[in-house]
């Protein structure tokens, strides 16, 4: 039987990053992932990650986790893809044996193992919320997780037309990539009042014309064999359907994104203490500041202490990892010391603003619940508010300015700063923390656009005008690819025609990551409206 | 939104073709906790192991009873978390002990 030092189960950005962190440290590690891809959530994400560049962002997901995998290897961790862990006991000397199994494509078999470990560190992420109403298990039906599976990573339409239900961060991002499939997508329904995810996510299927209907939610899908209708109404304020409000949508394919939940199972039979904190995800595992759980030696990291994102998922693996290789009386002692006040800092940052503070007192909570103090305000047991938009719409450029100039419409706190670190010219600050808006010098910028496709929320445009006609730059990322000299529709920010215009640049480098900087000229009048283009049809 | 939206004769869970109008029954006989639940009907039993239904069969007990999520005790878990072969466990001794495998 094999012993380790540290056993990671989960190689997502958590699991990884503490893998790589407690081998770095000089512990023996082992990882074992289900999935033969590494990555957990990232390798289906074909989207530039938001987050600082410490985290990678503005790296589409699945290079990230690639990158990842990398940085394992490189630091000696024994990486074991293709290995699903189904249990977990406690040993009989307070270490952890974990119970592995998974195909083994040589022999056509399958192969069992079991692994012992003195530290366990779980980092299984979470599992997609279902929503049952009548219908919902027809085929046609799937969560956002299956979309992009098939969408992102082998390539398959998953139908013509979609209705999208959530419209979190994830509900957004997959309707922007059905839409880079060629799917349609009739609509995207959100039973709240308030959009769930970022704006300038929201921006992006905005633009493209897909309308996002607040308040309502699909009450049934109907169809023969499959899908082919879907019934959506609205809500009233105790959420109950009203009466008469129900409009059918002819669709093929319903997407689910209504949520995720910590993946427990490993944890709760190795009789982990949990506390239910909605802004986390629901049920989450009680930790203490080194992320260790209730059973001493048992680690979490990553969306499965509570789900945030990628970035923190990176912070609490290494946090997890030091702490890990620390109890083992491996690395330095002050610098340890001094690395996990670092990590601490940095997740604070990524837990601030509006989004993230219901987030930092739900984290606080979970901690203090365990080392026994009173729980902290109710304000924490409530979910994430999103702010109103405050869009200041139509800002125009600067007219008689002798060259374009960003615009950025950015208007939420989040953690995200890849335009700070693109702009080579200083002209954009965001600073500390991260969750600051990005503020422009407007007499720094030179108008070069490294900002406009750096950034993963697609916020930034450049406008010009110094002509006749003023000019307007924008990202894009469909296909087919942008000709120059072609007459398109230009749109504006909800994705409403504002009328025919030329592009007159189209330009992708490597360095753009197939994002492509598309210029139309247009009216001065519409320097500040157009904000877009529809999208050729084939 | 809660599972008010749902009417009867939605599946809740398809591994073992549980519908939320026997759950609602369940409920309302005092069966309310998802471990009674998960005895009773079957739900959460079969291959998937409870992924898809557990948070719905919460989600349906604390409709009918006004509890909420927090009040809701959780049902237990065993091993194996995965759906594995039968033969797994038949072979467990000799494979695991020789078994470290790649
Ligand atoms: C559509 C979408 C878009 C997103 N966009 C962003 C973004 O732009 N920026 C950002 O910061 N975050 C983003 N996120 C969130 C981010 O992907 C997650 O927060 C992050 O991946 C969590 O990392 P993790 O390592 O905790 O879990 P995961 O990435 O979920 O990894 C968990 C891994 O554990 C494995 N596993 C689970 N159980 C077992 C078991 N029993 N045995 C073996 N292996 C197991 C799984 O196979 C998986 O590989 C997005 C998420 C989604 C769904
Ligand atoms: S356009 Fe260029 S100079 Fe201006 S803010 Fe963006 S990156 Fe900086
Ligand atoms: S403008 Fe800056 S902070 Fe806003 S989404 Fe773009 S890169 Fe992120």
Known sequence: MTMADVIVIGGGPAGLSAATTAAAHGARVILVDEQAIPGGQL????????????????????????????????????V?????????????????????????????????????????????????????????????????????????????????????????????????????????VAALVEAMPRIGGYLVHAGKVRRAGVPILLGQTVLEASGDGRVERAVVARLDERGQAVLGSERSFDVDTICLAVG???????????????????????????????????????YVAGDVAGVEEASVALEE?????????????????????????????RLDGLRGGPFGAARR??????????????????????????????????????????????????????????????????????????????????????GCGLCLTACPGQAIFLVDRS???????????????????????????????????????????????????????????????????????R | MGPEGSKPKTVICRCEDVTVEEIRKLIEKGYQTPDEIKRLSRCGMGQCQGRTCRNLVLQEIGAATGREGKDIPMSTFRPPTKPVKLGLYARARAEHEGGDDR
């Open chain 1, 43 to 78: 390798s289906k994400q074909i989207h530039k990650f938001f987050g600082s560049r410490e985290h990678l962002a503005g790296t589409r997901g699945f290079a990230i986790g690639r990158r990842l995998l990398e940085d394992a290897l490189a630091a000696g961790v024994d």
């Open chain 1, 80 to 184: 074991r893809l293709g290995r699903a862990a189904y249990a977990a006991y406690p040993g009989t000397g307070g270490e952890f044996e974990v119970a592995v199994y998974g195909g083994d494509a040589a022999t056509g078999g399958s192969r069992a193992a079991r692994l012992r470990g003195r530290r366990l560190i779980v980092a299984t992420g979470a599992s997609e919320n279902p929503l049952a109403f009548p219908g919902w298990t027809l085929p046609g039906v799937m969560g956002a997780g299956a979309v992009q599976t098939l969408v992102n990573v082998h390539r398959v339409r998953p139908g013509r037309r979609a209705l999208m239900v959530g419209s979190g961060n994830v509900g957004l991002i997959v309707t922007y990539q059905l839409l880079q499939a060629g799917v349609d």
């Open chain 1, 260 to 298: 995720l939940s910590p993946w427990l199972e490993l944890l709760l039979i190795l009789g982990v203490r949990t506390a239910y904190i909605p802004a986390l995800g629901g049920h989450v595992p009680l930790h203490d500041r080194d992320l260790q759980t209730s059973v001493p030696g048992l």
């Open chain 1, 317 to 345: 693996g290494r946090l997890a990892g030091m702490a890990a290789a620390e109890s083992l009386g491996r690395g330095d002692r002050v610098a340890l010391a001094r690395a996990k006040l670092e990590v601490a800092a």
């Open chain 1, 361 to 446: 007192e739900a984290k606080a909570r979970q901690v203090n619940e365990l080392s026994g103090a009173p729980p902290l305000s109710p304000a924490a047991a409530a979910g994430p508010e999103s702010v109103p938009a405050s869009r200041a719409d139509g800002r125009a450029g600067i007219p008689g300015r002798p060259r374009p100039v960003a615009v950025i419409e950015c208007y939420q706190q989040i953690p995200c700063n890849p335009c700070e670190t693109a702009c080579p010219r200083g002209a954009i600050t965001i600073g500390s923390p991260i969750t600051n808006l990005p503020k422009l010098d407007v007499d720094a910028c030179t």
């Open chain 1, 467 to 537: 002509g006749e006609t003023a000019t307007v730059t924008f990202p894009y990322e469909y296909l087919p690819a942008p000709e120059v000299g072609r007459r398109v529709t230009a749109v504006d920010a909800e994705g409403r025609p504002v009328g025919e215009a030329a592009v007159t640049s189209a330009r992708m480098t490597r360095k753009t990551n197939r994002t492509w900087a598309v210029t139309v000229t247009v009216p001065h009048a519409y320097a500040g409206v157009v904000r877009g283009m529809l999208r050729p049809r």
